[in-house]
């Protein structure tokens, strides 16, 4: 034991007082301090828009005076550890607005008014590209080229120089040496990323809004220590390469060249080839809306039957009905030619008219209506679903690089991942199907107050508000399992082939 220690300090004090260290340290220091203010400076700016946002949507619902005006808004909170790693914090919608006629979906070529999905903030490609930058891209570039520079010559560059044969022939057994060699390397990494991620922390928590808690704080200590386990990645790798050749400028080359290929060629590479030969094609958007515009066709007929068959063939003797029309009348959605429109029908002399007729057609065609809304969904969201498989798809494959799998993991962690994005949007269709249980059991839709405030307005004071669950540790380390995993088999493989390898090691 006293042995490997011996080795351990002989490789931290080497390390430490090179210049290397000296620059790695100030660079990787002043990057993540610079990419921190950035971060922060735009989570108090999106987190002000959301609350925007959601006092505007509180304002609106004081406005509503019948069930059909109802148009509640899911918001999309922005994430704190963000700050850390941006993720999809800058991608996709903020707001998703429910409306009982409209399906939920998104479109990437359309204008987003055609969907109820909206975007909140600049976008601006180059500021967006200039937003990425943060703690966690920081250390998948300069933390992986440390440790890349840390371990090329530990075994070569010490041949070269003839210490490596002095220590050996002092009896040291060689598997002390590799272990000792690895542990001593990392000691020497540990304090550039640890006094990096403090004066991170230090930066955001002295913004007045990021309001950090326990739950994000256990969330930053699990990127912490994967951080290191991607840092110990690279530099096995640098030791099996520093074991395999035998002059330490090969080494620092062909490390070089695989730092280069693996933190910024192939994840490109990968994206590239998966949208030209995706593995699920899909259809254009143009083509998916079609059949969407059918089964609002199908409605119509479905809805127009229900009313010859209960024979109400004319019901202008108290009823103005006008299908297919925009008016200031009450609306209920429907979608035609690409655009959704409103099928506007006002009670004429509301007072007098009998409109109990009226109510049961409501109560049976506005189910129906959402009933086929939500046939439209699964039809509109099928582009979406496509992307998101060969995303998935381009995913797999980017886990051959260390850079990729590590930006998957912290990803999952901080919550800032395609995954959490498509949460929610996920959860706002299960709001919308909160509202629609709620109409049901107040039997909203074949009320009075549907489309008249004469007899008293709609009784909104309990309608549900959208509500965005955070995921506990447990269930982010459960996301991210699979490439921590990854990584340390990485490190289990490379560093056994850094063991072996040296065990057999030539000194001739």
């Known amino acids: 034991m006293h042995t490997l220690w011996l080795v351990i300090q002989r490789e931290f004090v080497s390390n ?70 941006v993720g999809t914090e800058n991608f996709g919608a903020n707001t998703v607005t429910v409306e009982l006629s409209k399906p939920i979906f ?28 943060d703690v966690v891209f920081i250390f ?16 070569s560059g010490e041949r070269e120089d003839g210490t490596l044969k ?57 990127i912490f220590g994967v951080s290191l386990l991607y840092v ?62 059918d089964v609002w066709d199908q409605f119509r007929k479905e809805r127009d039957a229900y009313v010859k068959q209960r024979g109400y063939d004319d019901l202008k003797k108290s009823i103005t009905w006008e299908p297919g029309t925009v008016s200031t009348g009450t609306g209920s959605g429907s979608m035609s030619g690409g ?25 049976y065609q506005e189910q129906l209506r959402i009933a086929y809304a939500n046939k439209a969904e699964e039809i509109l969201k099928e582009p979406a679903e496509a992307r998101e498989q060969n995303a998935k798809f381009a995913d797999a ?37 909160e509202i629609v249980e709620y109409l049901k059991d107040k039997k909203a839709f074949s009320s009075r107050a549907w489309f008249s405030t004469d007899k008293g307005a709609a009784e909104l004071t309990d309608l549900p508000v959208f509500k965005q669950r955070r995921l506990t540790l447990s269930e982010s380390f459960s996301r991210a399992s699979i490439d921590i995993l990854i990584l340390l088999a990485w490190n289990i493989v490379l560093f056994m082939a850094a063991y072996v390898s040296f065990l057999r090691y030539d000194m001739s």
């Not at 070529?109 to 490609?125: E, H, Y």
């Not at 590799?178 to 403090?198: A, D, E, N, Q, R």
């Not at 494959?397 to 949007?425: E, M, P, W």
Request: hydrophobic residues 50%.
């Open 232 to 293: 110990s990645t690279w530099y096995l790798l640098g030791l099996v390469l520093s074991v395999w050749t035998k002059e330490a400028a090969t080494t620092l080359i062909l490390s070089m060249f695989i730092w280069v290929i693996l933190t910024s060629v192939h994840s490109n590479v990968v994206t590239f080839a998966v949208e030209k030969f995706p593995l699920h094609p899909s259809k254009s958007e143009q083509a998916v809306l079609q059949p969407a515009f």
């Open 397 to 433: 494959l980017s886990r051959i690089s260390f850079a990729d799998t590590y930006h998957f993991a912290v990803g999952a962690i901080a919550g800032t991942d395609r995954q959490r994005y498509n949460d929610f949007i996920a959860d706002s269709r299960a709001y919308k199907r």
């Open 339 to 363: 655009y959704f429109l409103t099928e506007s029908y006002s009670v004429s002399s509301v007072s007098k008219a009998d409109t109990s007729i009226f109510q049961g057609i409501l109560g």
């Open 140 to 155: 998948k570039i300069v933390l992986s080229a440390l440790a890349i520079l840390f371990a090329y010559n530990t075994i």
């Open 16 to 85: 430490v007082l090179t210049s290397r260290f000296m620059i790695g340290f100030i660079v990787c220091l002043l990057s993540t301090a610079v990419a921190v203010f950035v971060q922060v400076d735009d989570y108090e700016k999106r987190l002000s828009g959301y609350n925007t946002a959601v006092r505007e949507a509180q304002e609106e619902t004081r406005t509503w005076e019948l069930y059909v005006d109802i148009k509640p808004k899911a918001h999309r909170k922005p994430n704190p550890l963000g700050i850390f790693n």
């Open 106 to 133: 998104e479109f990437v070529t359309f204008p987003i008014w055609l969907a109820p999905t909206q975007k909140r903030g600049s976008d601006n490609p180059f500021l967006a590209m200039f937003l990425t930058v």
């Open 166 to 222: 002095l220590v050996l022939s002092n009896a040291i057994p060689r598997d002390i040496v590799v272990l000792g060699k690895y542990l001593g390397g990392m000691l020497s990494l540990f304090p550039i990323i640890l006094v990096s991620l403090l004066v991170a922390l230090l930066i955001a928590f002295a913004s007045p809004v990021t309001g950090f808690d326990s739950n994000d704080i256990a969330h930053i200590i699990l």
